[in-house]
C-alpha cells in the first residue's frame, strides 16, 4: 500500500486548506484512514481518522470544528478540509491507513497504523 499527500502549502491565518491522499494497491480488511501532524520539535500527533466502509469519524479535540476528514469510499481517497488556520497548525501532515484493525478510541496511537505517506508541509502565518 502507498499513500501520497498533496495539498499543503502557505496560508494565512484564518485561511483554510484541503489535503488530499491517494492510496494505491490492496488493503487486506476493515480499513481505517488518518491524519496526524508533527511541527517541528513536537511529537506526531493525530489529527482525525475515518473507517472507511461506516464513514464512523474521529476527531482530537483540539480539532474539532475546525478540520473535516472525508474519504471516498470508491478510490480510498482521503481528505482533510482545514479552515480558520492558525500558526500552531503548522506542521507537516501525514496521510496513514491501517487495514489490522479498525478505529477506536485510541485511534491516535502510532503503533496502531501500517502504512504512511511521505508528508504535506502546511505553513499558517
Known amino acids: 500500500v502507498q499513500l501520497v499527500e498533496s495539498g499543503g502549502g502557505s496560508v494565512q491565518a484564518g485561511g483554510s486548506l484541503r489535503l488530499s491522499c491517494a492510496a494505491s494497491?490492496?488493503?487486506?480488511?476493515?480499513?481505517?484512514m488518518a491524519w496526524f501532524r508533527q511541527a517541528p520539535g513536537k511529537e506526531r500527533e493525530g489529527v482525525a481518522a475515518?473507517?472507511?466502509?461506516?464513514?464512523?469519524?474521529f476527531y482530537a479535540d483540539s480539532m474539532k470544528g475546525r478540520f473535516t476528514i472525508s474519504r471516498d469510499k470508491g478510490s480510498n481517497a482521503l481528505y482533510l478540509q482545514m479552515s480558520s488556520l492558525k500558526p500552531e497548525d503548522t506542521a507537516i501532515y501525514y496521510c496513514?491507513?491501517?487495514?489490522?484493525?479498525?478505529?477506536?478510541?485510541?485511534?491516535?496511537?502510532?503503533?496502531?497504523?501500517?502504512?504512511w505517506g511521505q508528508g504535506t508541509q502546511v505553513t499558517v502565518s
Open positions: 496513514a491507513a491501517r487495514d489490522r484493525e479498525t478505529c477506536g478510541s485510541n485511534w491516535d496511537a502510532l503503533s496502531k497504523w501500517a502504512y
Open positions: 494497491g490492496s488493503f487486506r480488511g476493515s480499513i481505517c
Open positions: 475515518i473507517r472507511r466502509y461506516s464513514g464512523t469519524t
